[in-house]
Every structure is written in C-alpha cells, then in structure tokens.
C-alpha cells in the first residue's frame, strides 16, 4: 500500500465554487429559513436567541448560502471565530484526515501531538520571550475560567478584578466577571464571589481629555481601597472590550495597569478570545503597546471554527499547579487540533495580520465618513479588523439601541450579516472574515452604508 494516498472523501476545499458575491433569491428570511424557525421554537429553549432566523445550508470564505439559496456577505464570522474564512482549505483537510483516524482519547488518558503542536505554537506566538506553558480546553470562558485557578493557585489570593463594560462568557463564575445584565446574569445568581469591577479606559465616555493614565489610576484607586491589592490574584482585561462595544482604551491605560501589576504581586491576564489570532493587525491585541500578560485566554479563531480554547501563561505560574489541577474530558481535541494547526498555518502563510490592517482601514474610512454626514453616529473606532459605530441620539452621548437594531436589520434584510454589541445594546461591529476579497467587504459597506443613510435621515 502507498503511504501516501490522499484521505478518503472528496478533495479539501470542496466548497471552493461558492461564488464570493451577495446575492438573494428570496426575501430573508426566505421561505425554508421561516418553515425552520417554526420547527426550532419548538424544539430549541426560548433562551437560546439568534441574531437572524437564516437557517445556513454551506459557506465558503465570506458567502453564506443560506437553505433558501440566497448568498450572504459575513460581516461577523460567527463573533470572530472564522478569521481564516469559512471551510479555509487547510481547516477542512486536517478536521477531515484527523476525525478519520481517531476522534477523541481524553488527553488525560493516551496522548497524542497535535495537542502539544499547538501548546508549542501558542507558547511562540503570544506575546513575550520567557518559557511558558498552555493548557487546552473548549471555550472561551473555561480559559477564563482555568486563568482564575491557575492565577488563585499562583498567588494564594483570591480576588479576581475584571473592567465595566467586560465580557469574560456565561458560565457561574464568568458570569460573576462580566458586566452587563441582561441578557447575561439576569436571574442567574447567586454569583461567585470574590469578583470586583472597575471602570476600564473608555475615551468615548470618559471625561473630556482623560488620559489613559488617568483611566488606569482611577481603577487603581479603587482597587486599592475597596479591594486592597494584597488579596488580588489577577486583574482580568480584554485589551479591547469586545460585546461591551469595541472599546479601545486610551494609550497608556494598559502599561500602567500592567506596571501596577508587577509592582503589587497581582498578575496581569489577558483575555484575548475576541481579539485573538490577527484581527487587530497583530498576533494578539496586547502587543499594540508592548504588554506581556502573565496569563492570555485565547479561543475563537484559534480552531478555525472547530471548538478550542487555551490558557498559555509563565511557566511558573502554569506548572505550579499539581498534576491532575487543569484538564477536562474534551480539552484539546484531536479534530480541533489539527484545525487549529490548519488555522494557525493559513494565518501566517496569507499574513492575515496585515490583511486586518488592510480591511480595517476599508471599514474605518467608510464608517468616518458616514460619520461625518450622520450626527447619530457617535464614535468609530476599533484597531486593524475589529471595526464598530457608536450610535447616539444625534449631539449627545445618549445611546440609540433603536437605531443599532434598525441599521443592523435592513442590513440582513438585504443579505449582509453585521453584529451589534455594547452594554447600552448601541454598537455596530464588523468582524468580517480576515480572508474577504476586498470588492465583497465594499459591496457589504455600500449596503451597511445605505442603511445608515435610510434608518439615520
Ligand atoms: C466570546 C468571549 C468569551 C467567551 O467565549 P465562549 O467560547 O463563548 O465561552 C470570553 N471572553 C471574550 C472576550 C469573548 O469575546
């Protein structure tokens, strides 16, 4: 037998003929999708919520074709999960030959190297030239949760100190960490304790000219006096708030939080699972200001759209815990390994990284200059390919949710998926996959833009 035939199945990429423009078929939701969305309230909890009831039948790089034929541009890749593009060739040929040769051992029972391949990898690749380490496990809060064990074991404290505005996920203790109520903690508790929050850097709400310094020594404050930084483990920050609102915190606030860090024994962990793996122009988000965390959550894109999650910190603070203290019965998945592998690999061989910048700067131009004839449009900021609209009552920094919610919904309605996020529910955000050509991103802004011009007149 040849050792080297090609895996049994159809060739990789098999998706590849997906034409990479927006077209409809039918209204949309259309047809099927509405006959689905019947069978789904009967079956799917109520709680379970979907930003557009389109049923999606394949995708491929940007387009998704949804069960009623109709071809939609993907401004969110599913919250920033498929920066490499949906079905990415090297994504589809490493899930398809590992789920042939064997889909699951337990790490924690039998080994295997994909699992280390990636540790390897995550160890190189986020910021920082000391030894560390990287445990695998399946979603982005669970890496946030695994900072908090690790970050509690390390330091013999147990506060734990997460920002207004934070996302850290919906488990109990993730849900302790994360600001916003509704829909996210309403009903939920009670919550774990030992979870405090302080106001991040937000320029757009701050104080006229506060600094990012400033930013950073009023949360020091208050740590200080509230919590006292001797009984906290870890100051817990998205170096870019992701559902909160894509709030991109002043220069400086983060060095200094960092400084205070090292100073005070409390270690600095980075939850990098939205701003992960190229979106902002870099690897990871924490390098903009030359940060090294001493512990980085990371998820979403890592899998290239199969379920992975890591917590990748110092080696002393990893290898502290004893054997058996980190794991899970699915942690690093062979199949969401070898994805990863394949994802990791288109990141660096199309230098996705400078790709964001490229797309960023398509999306920012376009939202300034929307901004400049709408009054309604607060604020655009974001950094490389995470990209979003403030939306206020026009003159003032009153939120307008309406208004996110009518922009976002003509975009759907005419075949563009966008995402809203913020705590005041007011923020359009564009995530769009890093791969997009560039005429398909113009044609989802022209339609973004149109939007903006009818809901916003
Ligand atoms: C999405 C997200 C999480 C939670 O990840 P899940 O995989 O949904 O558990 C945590 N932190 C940030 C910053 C996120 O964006």
């Given at each position: 037998m040849s050792t080297t035939e090609s895996p049994p199945g159809p060739p990789p990429g098999g998706h590849a003929g997906i034409a990479q423009v927006r077209s409809l078929v039918t209204t949309?939701?259309?047809?099927?999708?509405?006959?689905?969305?019947?069978?789904?309230?009967?079956?799917v909890a109520a709680g379970v919520s979907s930003t557009l009831p389109v049923f999606i039948e394949e995708a491929f790089g940007a387009i998704l074709v949804d069960v009623d034929g109709n071809s939609l541009i993907d401004l969110g890749s599913g919250i920033a999960v498929?920066?490499?593009?949906?079905?990415?060739?090297?994504?589809?040929e490493a899930v398809r030959g590992q789920a042939a040769r064997f889909a699951h051992t337990c790490f924690m029972v039998t080994p295997y190297e994909s699992y280390v391949a990636v540790c390897e990898e995550l160890n190189n690749l986020t910021p920082g030239a000391g030894e560390k380490r990287t445990m695998l496990c399946n979603s982005g809060a669970e890496a946030v949760e695994n900072v908090v064990k690790v970050a509690r074991h390390a330091t013999g404290r147990q506060a734990v100190v997460a920002l207004d505005h934070a996302y850290h996920g919906r488990t109990n203790l993730t849900m302790a960490l994360t600001a916003r109520n509704m829909p996210y903690r309403d009903?939920?508790?009670?919550?774990?304790?030992?979870?405090?929050?302080v106001p991040p850097s937000y320029p757009f709400r701050d104080p006229d000219g506060m600094t990012g310094e400033e930013a950073a020594d009023r949360a020091v404050e208050?740590?200080?006096?509230?919590?006292?930084?001797?009984?906290?483990?870890?100051?817990?920050?998205?170096?870019?708030?992701?559902?909160?609102?894509?709030?991109?915190?002043?220069?400086?606030?983060?060095?200094?939080?960092?400084?205070w860090c090292a100073q005070r024994g409390v270690l600095f962990a980075a939850d990098e699972v939205q701003t992960g793996f190229c979106r902002t122009g870099?690897?990871?988000?924490?390098?903009?200001?030359?940060?090294?965390?001493?512990?980085?959550?990371?998820?979403?894109?890592?899998?290239?759209?199969?379920?992975?999650?890591?917590?990748?910190?110092?080696?002393?603070?990893?290898?502290?815990?004893?054997?058996?203290?980190?794991?899970?019965?699915?942690?690093?998945?062979?199949?969401a390994c070898a994805a990863a592998l394949g994802a990791i690999e288109t990141m660096r061989t199309l230098d996705l990284a400078r790709r964001a910048l490229i797309l960023g700067e398509a999306m920012t131009g376009r939202l300034r200059a929307l901004q400049d004839v709408h009054a309604g449009i607060g604020d655009v900021r974001g950094r490389g390919a995470m990209v979003a609209m403030e939306l206020v009552q026009p003159g003032t920094a009153v939120p307008d949710?309406?208004?996110?919610?009518?922009?976002?919904?003509?975009?759907?309605?005419?075949?563009?998926?966008?995402?809203?996020?913020?705590?005041?529910?007011?923020?359009?955000?564009?995530?769009?996959?890093?791969?997009?050509?560039?005429?398909?991103l113009a044609d989802g802004l022209d339609v973004l833009g149109q939007a903006v011009d009818a809901e916003l007149a």
């Amino acid at each position: 037998m040849s050792t080297t035939e090609s895996p049994p199945g159809p060739p990789p990429g098999g998706h590849a003929g997906i034409a990479q423009v927006r077209s409809l078929v039918t209204t949309v939701p259309g047809p099927r999708s509405r006959e689905l969305e019947h069978r789904r309230s009967a079956a799917v909890a109520a709680g379970v919520s979907s930003t557009l009831p389109v049923f999606i039948e394949e995708a491929f790089g940007a387009i998704l074709v949804d069960v009623d034929g109709n071809s939609l541009i993907d401004l969110g890749s599913g919250i920033a999960v498929v920066g490499v593009g949906h079905a990415a060739p090297a994504v589809v040929e490493a899930v398809r030959g590992q789920a042939a040769r064997f889909a699951h051992t337990c790490f924690m029972v039998t080994p295997y190297e994909s699992y280390v391949a990636v540790c390897e990898e995550l160890n190189n690749l986020t910021p920082g030239a000391g030894e560390k380490r990287t445990m695998l496990c399946n979603s982005g809060a669970e890496a946030v949760e695994n900072v908090v064990k690790v970050a509690r074991h390390a330091t013999g404290r147990q506060a734990v100190v997460a920002l207004d505005h934070a996302y850290h996920g919906r488990t109990n203790l993730t849900m302790a960490l994360t600001a916003r109520n509704m829909p996210y903690r309403d009903g939920f508790g009670p919550f774990a304790p030992e979870i405090y929050r302080v106001p991040p850097s937000y320029p757009f709400r701050d104080p006229d000219g506060m600094t990012g310094e400033e930013a950073a020594d009023r949360a020091v404050e208050l740590i200080e006096r509230q919590v006292g930084a001797d009984n906290v483990a870890c100051l817990l920050v998205e170096p870019i708030q992701g559902e909160g609102g894509f709030v991109v915190p002043a220069p400086g606030f983060l060095p200094a939080l960092a400084r205070w860090c090292a100073q005070r024994g409390v270690l600095f962990a980075a939850d990098e699972v939205q701003t992960g793996f190229c979106r902002t122009g870099t690897w990871f988000a924490c390098e903009d200001e030359g940060i090294v965390p001493d512990l980085v959550a990371t998820a979403k894109a890592l899998g290239g759209g199969m379920p992975l999650a890591a917590v990748t910190g110092r080696a002393d603070l990893m290898d502290g815990v004893h054997p058996g203290g980190l794991g899970g019965t699915y942690g690093g998945n062979p199949v969401a390994c070898a994805a990863a592998l394949g994802a990791i690999e288109t990141m660096r061989t199309l230098d996705l990284a400078r790709r964001a910048l490229i797309l960023g700067e398509a999306m920012t131009g376009r939202l300034r200059a929307l901004q400049d004839v709408h009054a309604g449009i607060g604020d655009v900021r974001g950094r490389g390919a995470m990209v979003a609209m403030e939306l206020v009552q026009p003159g003032t920094a009153v939120p307008d949710p309406d208004a996110a919610k009518r922009i976002a919904g003509r975009c759907h309605r005419d075949g563009v998926v966008v995402l809203t996020c913020g705590t005041f529910g007011n923020v359009i955000r564009l995530l769009p996959p890093l791969t997009i050509e560039e005429t398909l991103l113009a044609d989802g802004l022209d339609v973004l833009g149109q939007a903006v011009d009818a809901e916003l007149a």
